[in-house]
Structure formats: structure tokens, C-alpha cells
Antibody, heavy 118, light 110 residues
Framework: EVQLLESGGGLVQPGGSLRLSCAAS????????MSWVRQAPGKGLEWVSA???????YYADSVKGRLTISRDNPKNTVYLQMNSLRAEDTAVYYC????????????WGQGTLVTVSS | QSALTQPASVSGSPGQSITISCTGT?????????VSWYQQYPGKAPKLMIY???KRPSGVSNRFSGSKSGNTASLTISGLQAEDEADYYC??????????FGGGTKLTVL
């Protein structure tokens, strides 16, 4: 069974940094692209970033230059380094596995909440 | 990249059919047959319901179907059931090698 488990969320001050992790199991991790998708409280889904199995990265314009996605294939983990955080980054952050060739996400993790506030 | 346009809410009675539209541009929905649809219950993670416009993952009821015409994709749920009450989001791959979601549609089963 494919499982994705996010961690690392919490309360951080504006301008601060945080690193999210997503531990994967149940599939050959290095064969699959992964994405981070966020959801602000009471709002819709927003795609944030993706990384291919080999490490090519993609970002939404809203986070480019502040958030960095990376992966450690031997550890079956994908990361999201979040710098220069703003109040508008407050959201539940989900990691999701790509279905190869379909540009869709399945499954998703349970999410981790990031709150940016002073 | 602007969000895809979905109706904020739709409703239907049990047994009826409803359709949720998702309008994008020639740079996303219109460019590829790579629209996916997700169901989300309050406080839960999204679940993939449709991919590549009209394909259903294993385990998803055949009451859910997808289609596309031009820059607009649609999700149809037939034989509406109480358990279908949830938020639904469309998502499209874009010509910039990014993804864009719709604003979400709240489905109410009357």
C-alpha cells in the first residue's frame, strides 16, 4: 500500500524558515515524480512545486525563489524548504505522488499545517 | 497562472445527475487532455476521481465521468448519493510545465 506521511509543519514568524518532509513507502520512490500542494484555511487547492524522479524541479510563480523542493531517493523522502515565509503561506501542505504520464496526483498524504504569524 | 473557473456550488437530489464545469484557457485545459478531478471531504486529503479528462482510477464508481470541449472540462456525477456531498476540484497541466487548480465546487445533496 502506498503511504505518504508529511511532517515538519508548525508556527513560524514572518520572514522565518521551515522544512517540510514527506516520507513515502509502498512503491519504488525514485521512479515517480512528487508534488507539494497547499490549501489555505477555508480556501481551495494550490499547486506549489514538483520534482521528477531524477530531480528536475518546477515551481508556481507565487513561491519561486522562496520555496525549494528536493528529494533523497535512498531515504524515500521529498522535502520542501520554505524561506522568507509570509502570512499568505499559511496553509495545510500536502505531498502527492504523480501517476506517471498522466500529470495527476494519487495518492495524497494527510497534510501538515504551516502557520506564519507573529 | 490564473486559477481555473468552477462554479462555487452545485446541488442535486438523490438519484439525479449533476455536472461541474471547469473553464481554463488554450494554455492549460485547451492544450492537453490532462485534466484531473479530485474529491475532498472536510478535514481530509483530496482523492483522485478522474484523470486524463475521462479516465477513472480503479475503485472509483462509474457514476463519475469526465469530458472536455475546447477550454472547458466537466465532471458529471450520475445517480447522486448522499456520500457524494463534498468539495470537487479540477486541475490541469499547463504549457509552462506547471499545474493549475480550479477554485473548487461545493456539492450539496439535497
Amino acid at each position: 500500500e502506498v503511504q505518504l506521511l508529511e511532517s515538519g509543519g508548525g508556527l513560524v514568524q514572518p520572514g522565518g524558515s521551515l522544512r517540510l518532509s514527506c516520507a513515502a513507502s509502498g512503491f519504488t520512490f525514485s521512479d515517480y515524480a512528487m508534488s507539494w500542494v497547499r490549501q489555505a484555511p477555508g480556501k481551495g487547492l494550490e499547486w506549489v512545486s514538483a520534482i521528477s524522479g531524477r530531480g528536475t524541479t518546477y515551481y508556481a510563480d507565487s513561491v519561486k525563489g522562496r520555496l525549494t523542493i528536493s528529494r533523497d531517493n535512498p531515504k524515500n523522502t521529498v522535502y520542501l524548504q520554505m524561506n522568507s515565509l509570509r502570512a499568505e503561506d499559511t496553509a495545510v501542505y500536502y505531498c502527492a505522488k504523480h501517476i506517471t504520464g498522466t500529470k495527476s496526483f494519487d495518492p495524497w498524504g494527510q497534510g501538515t499545517l504551516v502557520t506564519v504569524s507573529s | 497562472q490564473s486559477a481555473l473557473t468552477q462554479p462555487a456550488s452545485v446541488s442535486g437530489s438523490p438519484g439525479q445527475s449533476i455536472t461541474i464545469s471547469c473553464t481554463g484557457t488554450s494554455s492549460d485545459v485547451g492544450s492537453y487532455n490532462l485534466v484531473s478531478w479530485y474529491q475532498q471531504y472536510p478535514g481530509k486529503a483530496p482523492k483522485l476521481m478522474i484523470y486524463e479528462g475521462s479516465k477513472r482510477p480503479s475503485g472509483v464508481s462509474n457514476r463519475f465521468s469526465g469530458s472536455k470541449s475546447g477550454n472547458t472540462a466537466s465532471l458529471t456525477i450520475s445517480g447522486l448519493q448522499a456520500e457524494d456531498e463534498a468539495d470537487y476540484y479540477c486541475c490541469s497541466y499547463t504549457s509552462s510545465s506547471t499545474w493549475v487548480f480550479g477554485g473548487g465546487t461545493k456539492l450539496t445533496v439535497l
